[in-house]
């Protein structure tokens, strides 16, 4: 793609970025405003907020690069990404806002009066949002690499700079705006180019069905290999190898592979003929077993769909840079009516990536080998159109994935600045412009770890990393949620063994799946999609601990679930 399009849309978002920032920086002036926004966000507003911080990496580029790479099954992604939200307004949204809280710690604690538990959430939403930063920053460094050839690092650091500058300025009331403004961006980058794409590949001869048949190449495609992987034939193939295969080197030579298993070095050019079949791939990470939550998913497709769907349906209602607009609703009515807006946007949205995914099994297929499926919503404009209406339109595209990335990267910055302010750095109850200059810090820390760790921890799909924070919140907030809000009966210890055993196991498992510390077999597939027994275990250990304990049921309970369930109006009568 012609980076003299690219750079400047890149540009341009960052700065409309900082300046409607600015806007919401001119009416920050009080605690309240930097955490909660004074509790002021109307539902329309706060519905294109949320709408514009969950719609993540993992929605923008993730989910197209998984239908690319795994077909139709993969469209439980943005089926759970959106159904969590109907489970977040039947039991959660309304009395959640009635709580009062700023973060989930705080809900913990007023819940289970309990300083111990609010620390032990405390953790668990810092470990959940450095969990989702990860694939934000890596998103972003995939996103400049691509289309502009920077290294990977550059597009993670600009993120950061943005978001550490917005939220440090402004806080919620700063983002608040910045979020509304990303969302309707991000919408109008899949759906204008989509339209001209749809057009193309009607008017591309006989337009084939991209999932009646194999992936196959269009036409002769030169592919680089960029780290070394496991070719799978299931028929004889004849390339030209510059480079080595089966550890033998080749100087563009044609060489005829046999079927079965092949290991291609980084480094190496295949070039396909037209009509080839494109091969099954797994990259192979130096001295550990193959191992990615894709792979997981082909050996066991049911298990892993299963997984899926309950981690994506139960985890949305932990996340934290979700769950913290919530408290910007001026009352449980409007939080709900919020909850049911963002059902309508984000379901609008969704319809959009599998439409990439699809196009990309037909016209960048490639991207299945190189480890870059997430790229195909990138490059489609310039591969199916080309000329200076694909540059402009990929430019387009390209606004509206770092807009994704700075809207979500913004929300999980703010909630886990506000844990970190709170509950883990000195100074707790300062003065309020010592608090404010406390949450900037926060703020830093909060971008900086998962930074630095995106160097090391490579370039897995972005949608399969979203997918384990989901699993882990899931497994921790969702139980205390749940339980916290309609079950009388939870005690402290419950709630910190629950979130020990369900989310800690989750957390976990998402961490050897990232690390490849597993190979291929029923274990890889347990932990790589863990949330069909690290859930229940959440569930069940919170409920036996505490029936165990009844007599640590915390004085005072039934006010508080009063507090969650009676709508506004009614406890204001009653104290009157």
């Known amino acids: 793609m012609n980076s003299a399009y690219t750079v400047p849309a890149v540009a341009l978002v960052a700065v409309a970025t900082a300046f409607v920032g600015a806007f919401g920086l001119r ?20 519905a294109a907020a949320i709408s514009g911080e969950y719609l993540s990496a993992a929605s923008f580029l993730g989910v197209a690069g998984l239908v690319l790479l795994q077909g139709p099954d993969m469209l439980w992604y943005p089926v759970g990404y959106t159904a969590g939200y109907l489970v977040l307004l039947l039991f959660v949204a309304a009395p959640l806002r009635r709580s009062g809280a700023y973060t989930l710690p705080d809900f913990a604690e007023a819940r289970l009066a309990s300083r111990g538990v609010r620390r032990l959430a405390g953790v668990f939403v810092v470990g959940v949002g450095w969990l989702y930063l ?71 001869g006989a337009p084939r069905h991209p999932f009646a048949e194999p992936a196959a190449f269009r036409d002769q495609r030169t592919v680089r290999v960029d780290d070394t992987l496991d070719l799978r034939l299931d028929a ?25 298993p092949h290991r291609v070095t980084a480094g190496t050019r295949l070039t396909f003929p037209e009509g080839a079949q494109v091969p099954e791939a797994e990259p192979v990470r130096p001295g550990t077993a193959t191992a990615s939550p894709a792979a997981g998913a082909e050996q066991r497709p049911l298990y892993a769909t299963y997984g899926l769907i309950l981690a994506t349906f139960l985890g949305t209602m932990g996340l934290p840079h979700v769950v913290v607009r919530f408290y910007t609703s001026p009352h449980g009515v409007a939080a709900r009516r919020t909850t049911v807006a963002v059902l309508a946007l984000t379901g609008a949205f969704y319809l959009l990536p599998p439409l990439y995914g699809a196009l990309g099994r037909l016209y960048t297929p490639e991207l299945a080998l190189t480890g870059k499926a997430d790229a195909a919503v990138l490059l489609l404009p310039e591969r199916m159109i080309g000329g200076a209406g694909g540059d402009l339109l990929g430019a387009l595209v390209a606004g509206g994935a770092f807009a994704a990335f700075l809207s979500t990267a913004s929300g999980l910055a703010i909630a886990v600045a506000g844990v970190l302010t709170q509950d883990m750095l000195p100074g707790r109850g300062a003065l309020p412009a010592r608090a404010v200059r406390r949450f900037r810090l926060g703020t830093v820390l909060a971008v900086a770890v998962p930074l630095v760790a995106s160097v090391p921890a490579g370039s897995p799909p972005v949608a399969d990393a979203v997918g384990l924070a989901f699993a882990v919140s899931a497994s921790s907030f969702c139980p205390l949620l749940l339980l916290g809000i309609w079950w009388r009966r939870l005690t402290p210890p419950g709630a910190a063994a629950g979130m020990l ?17 597993t190979g291929p077999g029923p274990l890889h597939t347990l932990l790589a999609w863990p ?14 601990v505490s029936l165990a304990t009844p007599g640590r049921v915390p004085d005072g309970t039934a006010a508080v679930l009063a507090r969650l369930h009676l709508p506004e109006q009614l406890r204001t009568q009653a104290a009157s």
């Open 27 to 46: 009416i920050s002036r009080t605690t309240s405003d930097f955490y909660v926004a004074s509790r002021t966000v109307g539902p329309r507003l706060n």
């Open 134 to 204: 990860l694939p934000q920053l890596q998103g972003a460094g995939l996103t400049l690499a691509v289309l502009t050839g920077a290294p990977d690092a550059l597009g993670a650091v600009i993120v950061a700079v943005v978001v550490v500058a917005t939220v440090a300025a402004g806080g919620m009331r700063s983002i608040t705006f910045v979020q509304a403004f990303q969302y309707w961006l991000k919408l109008t980058a899949l759906l204008v180019p989509a339209l001209f794409l749809l057009l193309a590949w009607q008017h591309d």
């Open 236 to 260: 004889p193939l004849t390339v030209t190898v510059d480079g080595t295969v089966d550890g033998r080197a080749h100087h563009d030579r044609t060489v005829t592979l046999p079927a079965g």
């Open 531 to 544: 949330a069909l027994w690290s859930v229940p275990l959440g569930f069940l250990t919170m409920m036996l």
């Open 501 to 517: 055993a369900g989310g800690g196991g989750a957390l976990l498992a998402a961490g050897a799946t990232m690390a490849g510390l």
